[in-house]
Structure formats: structure tokens, C-alpha cells
């Protein structure tokens, strides 16, 4: 199983702003450079986050992009959703509850097994913060 370019991009734009989190908006431009992510493909990732809430901007010549909470606040479990969607490592096991239905589903051997790795996914990804992926930073600020 792999995440895509959009949960790998879009989680290191979220570290770069926690880490200059609270000074301010950081302009788009400033991020790709950092990161090395396309300037286009960074706007499309951080319009879900802004829509999802994860991040604000500012317009003008001292604009760009901030965290609307603190690092310590944000999980990546909230970044992967807003970038890709629920966490759903079968078809039949979206923690949604709108999986697609399977007819083997009511007696499928394996259906246990991808609900129990949906779950230990997301308790990973939902106990670990933005500030967690900044070590040595000071950005756990509430």
C-alpha cells in the first residue's frame, strides 16, 4: 500500500508551516522552493487543506499560507484525509461506512483483517501530530 504524491507533498507543506508557525503566512512560493514541490501542484494540495480547515491564507504583498491551529493541535491524520480521502486500505473497509459492497462480504475470511489494519492506520496517523514530525522545533505551542 502506498500513499500518493498528494499525502507526501501536502504532510511536508504542513511541516514547513509549523515550523514557522505562529509568525506568520508563509508564501506559497517560499514552500515549493523549500520543498522542491511544484508551485501548481501546491496550490491544488493547499486549496483541500484550506477547504478541510488545516490552513488559512492571506492575500497581498505579505500574504500567503498559515496553520489555523497550533502544530501540536493538527494530526496527520487530518492532512491525509483532507488530501486523499478516508482511510480505506480495501474497498470494503472505508472508515466511512460507505464501502462498496462486496458479494463475498457478509462470509469474506479477510474483511476483519482490512478493518483492523483501517483502524491501526488511523490510530497511528490520528496520534501523531504536525508538531511530532518537527523534533528539536519549538512549534508545540497550544
Not at 508551516?17 to 496550490?43: H, K, N, Q, T
Not at 502544530?71 to 472508515?95: D, K, Y
Given at each position: 500500500?502506498?500513499?500518493?504524491?498528494?499525502?507526501?507533498?501536502g504532510?511536508?507543506?504542513?511541516?514547513?508551516?509549523?515550523?514557522?508557525?505562529?509568525?506568520?503566512?508563509?508564501?506559497?512560493?517560499?514552500?515549493?522552493?523549500?520543498?522542491?514541490?511544484?508551485?501548481?501542484?501546491?496550490?491544488?494540495?493547499?486549496?483541500?487543506?484550506?477547504?478541510?480547515?488545516?490552513?488559512?491564507?492571506?492575500?497581498?504583498?505579505?500574504?500567503?499560507?498559515?496553520?489555523?491551529?497550533?502544530?501540536?493541535?493538527?494530526?496527520?491524520?487530518?492532512?491525509?484525509?483532507?488530501?486523499?480521502?478516508p482511510?480505506?486500505?480495501?474497498?470494503?473497509?472505508?472508515?466511512?461506512?460507505?464501502?462498496?459492497?462486496?458479494?463475498?462480504?457478509?462470509d469474506?475470511?479477510?474483511?476483519?483483517?482490512?478493518?483492523?489494519?483501517?483502524?491501526?492506520?488511523?490510530?497511528?496517523?490520528?496520534?501523531?501530530?504536525?508538531?511530532?514530525?518537527?523534533?528539536?522545533?519549538?512549534?508545540?505551542?497550544?
Amino acid at each position: 500500500m502506498k500513499f500518493s504524491s498528494r499525502s507526501h507533498y501536502g504532510l511536508r507543506a504542513m511541516v514547513a508551516l509549523a515550523r514557522s508557525y505562529p509568525r506568520g503566512p508563509v508564501p506559497l512560493a517560499e514552500i515549493a522552493r523549500s520543498e522542491d514541490i511544484s508551485f501548481s501542484y501546491l496550490e491544488q494540495l493547499m486549496a483541500s487543506l484550506r477547504r478541510a480547515g488545516l490552513v488559512g491564507s492571506t492575500r497581498g504583498v505579505h500574504g500567503g499560507y498559515q496553520l489555523t491551529d497550533a502544530p501540536a493541535e493538527v494530526t496527520v491524520g487530518q492532512v491525509l484525509r483532507a488530501l486523499e480521502g478516508p482511510i480505506a486500505p480495501a474497498e470494503c473497509a472505508s472508515e466511512t461506512g460507505n464501502s462498496v459492497f462486496c458479494d463475498r462480504e457478509t462470509d469474506c475470511p479477510s474483511k476483519t483483517f482490512w478493518e483492523n489494519l483501517r483502524d491501526n492506520i488511523a490510530q497511528v496517523v490520528d496520534a501523531t501530530t504536525l508538531a511530532d514530525l518537527c523534533p528539536g522545533d519549538t512549534v508545540k505551542v497550544p
